[in-house]
C-alpha cells in the first residue's frame, strides 16, 4: 500500500530531527560575530514545524556560559505548553528535548538563554541558537523568521479560477485573476489584486515575518473582523508575484473559487 508523503514527512514529528546544510552560515549578535562555518546543521526539536539551525561548538567565536551566569535570566528554557505542534509564533527560547541551556556572549551583547545544546549523541558537538534572537546570514542572503525547510516550498501561479470573498453574506472581494499560492502544509492561498477588493481595508498595526515571503502587513474591515487580511508589499524574491495583493484568511470567511465554497482549512490561524 502505498503512503501519503504529508503522512511520512509527518511521522516524525515527535522525535528530534536533523539535517546537514552545504550553506555557509553567519551568525551576529548586536553587531558582533558569533559564528562562521559551513558545518551547521538544521535541527527539529519534537513538535516543531519550522528548523533551526545548530552550529558547531568549535564554530562558536561567542562565549558560552551557564544559562544565567551573565544574563541573570533563569536557566530552565521556556515551557512550550501542550500545543500538539509549535509554530514559528512559539519563542524559540522554547526546547521540547532535554539539554542545556546557555548564554551567548559576544562582545558587549548577551543573548540570554540564547543557545541550547540538545542531550543527544548526534548533536553533542553542536548548540542551537534561538532564531530571533540573532542576525542570520545563509551565504550573503540575510534571512528572517527562520532557517528555510529543505523539505517546504512556495510556488506562485497565475491563475483565471473566479473567486469571491464572503463574510456573513457580505461581499468583500471578487477576482477572475488571482494569483495561487501553494505552500508546504499550508492551505492554497489566493491573492487578489487590491483593486478587485470591494470593501475599505484599514491597515492595523500587526505584522507578521515569513521565512519565504517576508514582512506581511494586515488589515482588517471596518464593522468586520479584525486583520482578516494581509500583504506583502516588500516581498522576498520567492514571493515577489503577489507584491501588495491581499489574501484573506480562508479560516474566517468564505471563500468561493469557480461558484464553490470552499471548506474552511485547518491551520494554525483555525481559531
Known amino acids: 500500500m502505498g503512503v501519503r ?12 530531527r536533523w539535517e546537514p546544510t552545504a550553506k555557509r552560515i553567519r551568525v551576529r549578535l548586536g553587531g558582533e560575530r558569533v559564528a562562521d562555518t559551513c558545518a551547521a546543521r538544521l535541527v527539529w ?8 539551525y545548530a552550529v558547531p561548538i568549535d564554530a562558536l567565536t561567542a562565549q ?9 535570566r533563569e536557566g530552565q528554557p521556556i515551557d512550550p505548553g501542550e500545543r500538539p505542534v509549535l509554530d514559528p509564533s512559539v519563542s524559540f527560547h522554547a526546547h521540547t528535548c532535554a539539554g ?21 549523541p548526534d548533536l553533542a558537538d553542536y548548540v542551537i541558537l ?71 481595508l484599514e491597515r ?6 515569513c521565512a519565504y515571503k517576508g514582512r506581511a502587513t494586515y488589515y482588517s474591515v471596518p464593522d468586520g473582523p479584525r486583520d482578516v487580511a494581509w500583504a506583502y508589499h516588500d516581498p522576498l524574491v520567492d514571493a515577489e508575484p503577489v507584491r501588495d ?26 481559531d
Open 5 to 16: 508523503m504529508t503522512d511520512l514527512l509527518n511521522a516524525g514529528r515527535d522525535a528530534l
Open 45 to 52: 526539536e519534537p513538535r516543531r514545524i519550522v528548523p533551526s
Open 64 to 72: 558560552l556560559l551557564p544559562a544565567g551566569a551573565e544574563s541573570g
Open 100 to 120: 542545556t541551556p546557555f548564554d551567548v556572549v559576544a562582545g558587549e551583547e548577551t543573548g540570554a538563554a540564547a543557545a541550547f545544546r540538545p542531550d543527544d
Open 130 to 200: 534561538a532564531f530571533d534572537v540573532f542576525e542570520w546570514r545563509e551565504e550573503d542572503e540575510p534571512i528572517i523568521g527562520h532557517p528555510h525547510d529543505p523539505f517546504s516550498r512556495i510556488d506562485i501561479r497565475r491563475s483565471s479560477r473566479q473567486v469571491r470573498i464572503e463574510f456573513e453574506g457580505r461581499l468583500l472581494a471578487e477576482s477572475s485573476r488571482p494569483m495561487m499560492l501553494f505552500e508546504t502544509g499550508l492551505p492554497a492561498r489566493c491573492y487578489l489584486p487590491r483593486e478587485d477588493v470591494v470593501v475599505r
Open 204 to 209: 492595523s498595526n500587526t505584522v507578521t515575518y
Open 245 to 270: 495583493r491581499i489574501c484573506f484568511f480562508d479560516e474566517w470567511v468564505d471563500v468561493f473559487v469557480d461558484g464553490k465554497l470552499r471548506p474552511k482549512p485547518e491551520s494554525p490561524w483555525s
